[in-house]
């Protein structure tokens, strides 16, 4: 294979992955790339097809990188894959998988656009919302979904419709080896400023009862049937309860945060043991919402 065009512009070599994530905490990857349109991905694609198994990430907002890194290579989206356009005839918002939630809601502010304004309140991408099906005030991402645009590792460029998926909570059917590149939604106008009164209602909720300011990665566990994982953790009295580093938010208990350098293994290990003793004092399971990637640090 000819490597003639800049891939080695895009490219790091042992890249500080962790650093990257929300939380903040983390090893390393072997390779890095940020593609900024699809002849870049594809190059990629073919590259690590042979050598490296791939891993995809957007703002980092739903992963824990493990201390002892990933080995593969890592892509994150931007250029071309962070665009949004308007098509004002048929009320249809194409967004790129990697535009940041913050960015859709000040597009969908400035052209009176209504249906996503919940995303005011997550701080991830459009690729990670759809893979998460992402939600919060009684929305989720999939909502209002048409269909999205996936790459897959046989370079297989595919528009797959919604009912050609599966969403559940916090739960899509895309496999780690598609890529998403870009989704449709369909969307209808509003008056400006009760999309503003929403958004900023929104956002103002959150600061109140989340620590958004903090180094977190937001819901620790899905929760379980008929019960909130913020309401087990607090009946076990973890609240404020430290590992290491780590930390259970004192404003909200399901939300693990990076308070004093905290490595991956301090937060994963303070998950683990609520987890534990949730089911011993209560005989509920509780499942991670947060995805741990990569290897444990060798002692
Ligand atoms: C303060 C805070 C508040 C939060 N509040 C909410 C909330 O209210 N509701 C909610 O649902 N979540 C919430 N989250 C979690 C998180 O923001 C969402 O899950 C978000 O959708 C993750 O997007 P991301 O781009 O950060 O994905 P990442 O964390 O980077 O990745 C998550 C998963 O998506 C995959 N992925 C990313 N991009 C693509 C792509 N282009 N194609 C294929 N797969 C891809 C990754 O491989 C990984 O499997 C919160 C997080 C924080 C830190």
Redesign the pocket.
């Known amino acids: 294979m000819k490597f003639n065009f800049p891939i080695f512009e895009i490219m790091r070599l042992n890249y500080e992955l962790g650093k990257k994530?929300?939380f903040g905490t983390g090893g390393k990857c072997s390779l890095y790339f940020e593609p900024k349109s699809i002849n870049q991905l594809i190059l990629i694609l073919k590259l690590s097809r042979r050598f490296f198994q791939i891993?995809?990430?957007?703002?980092?907002?739903?992963?824990i990188i493990r201390d002892g890194g990933y080995k593969g290579a890592v892509i994150k989206?931007k250029g071309e894959f962070t665009k949004i356009k308007f098509h004002e005839k048929d009320l249809i918002l194409s967004v790129g998988?990697?535009v940041k939630?913050s960015e859709i809601s000040k597009f969908c502010l400035n052209n009176g656009i209504s249906g996503l304004e919940f995303l005011s309140?997550?701080?991830?991408?459009?690729?990670?919302?759809?893979?998460?099906?992402?939600?919060?005030y009684g929305s989720?991402?999939s909502d209002k979904l048409i269909d999205c645009t996936?790459v897959d590792r046989k370079l297989n460029i595919k528009v797959l419709r919604k009912d050609e998926m599966n969403f559940e909570y916090?739960k899509s059917s895309?496999h780690?080896n598609?890529?998403?590149?870009q989704a449709r939604f369909k969307v209808n106008k509003n008056n400006k400023d009760k999309i503003k009164k929403r958004i900023f209602k929104i956002t103002n909720d959150?600061k109140k009862t989340?620590?958004?300011a903090k180094r977190?990665?937001?819901?620790t566990f899905t929760n379980p049937n008929e019960h909130s994982a913020w309401k087990l953790i607090d009946k076990i009295k973890f609240r404020g309860k430290r590992q290491g580093g780590a930390k259970v938010s004192e404003l909200h208990s399901n939300?693990l945060i990076n308070d004093n350098d905290a490595s991956s293994l301090d937060i994963e290990m303070l998950g683990e043991e609520i987890k534990r003793n949730v089911w011993e004092q209560q005989k509920i399971k509780l499942d991670w919402?947060l995805?741990r990637?990569g290897k444990f640090k060798k002692i």
Request: with cysteine; net charge positive; proline share 4%.
């Open positions: 994530t929300w891993l995809i990430i957007g703002s980092g907002s739903n992963v989206l998988a990697g939630d309140g997550i701080p991830g991408t459009i690729g990670g919302n759809l893979k998460m099906n992402a939600g919060c989720q991402i996936i916090r895309f780690s598609q890529i998403i590149i959150r989340q620590p958004v977190t990665g937001g819901s939300f919402e995805l990637i």
